[in-house]
Nanobody
Framework: QVQLVESGGGLVQPGGSLRLSCAAS????????MGWYRQAPGKERELVAA???????NYVDSVKGRFTISRDNAKNTVYLRMNSLKPEDTAVYYC???????????????WGQGTQVTVSS
């Protein structure tokens, strides 16, 4: 079994910062891409940022220059540093990882339980 456990969400004022963490644990052979998605009420889930095992990164345009994704491969953990937060960043943020549990199996998609980020004064 593989688990992704997120932490770091909360309530913050506009212009503030938060850092999200997501740690993968369990039967892990290798992790390829890791990323963060978000879903606001009434909207579809969207990719916010992703990082491959080799360090290639991409961001959705709306967060470029404000958010930074990083990962610690030794800890199987991905982070999302969010600066200059805006009310429109309010959403449930989900961690995602493409994980192989064995050298004999292809990678599967795993998700965290979600963490609420609310940006409001």
């Amino acid at each position: 079994q593989v688990q992704l456990v997120e932490s770091g969400g909360g309530l913050v004022q506009p212009g503030g910062s938060l850092r999200l963490s997501c740690a993968a644990s369990g039967r892990i052979f290798s992790i390829n891409a890791m990323g963060w998605y978000r879903q606001a009420p009434g909207k579809e889930r969207e990719l916010v940022a992703a990082i491959t095992s080799g360090g290639s990164i991409n961001y959705v345009d709306s967060v470029k220059g404000r958010f930074t994704i990083s990962r610690d491969n030794a800890k199987n953990t991905v982070y999302l540093r969010m600066n200059s937060l805006k009310p429109e960043d309010t959403a449930v943020y989900y961690c995602n990882a493409h994980i192989r549990t064995s050298r004999y199996w292809p990678e599967d998609d795993y998700w965290g339980q979600g963490t609420q980020v609310t940006v409001s004064s």
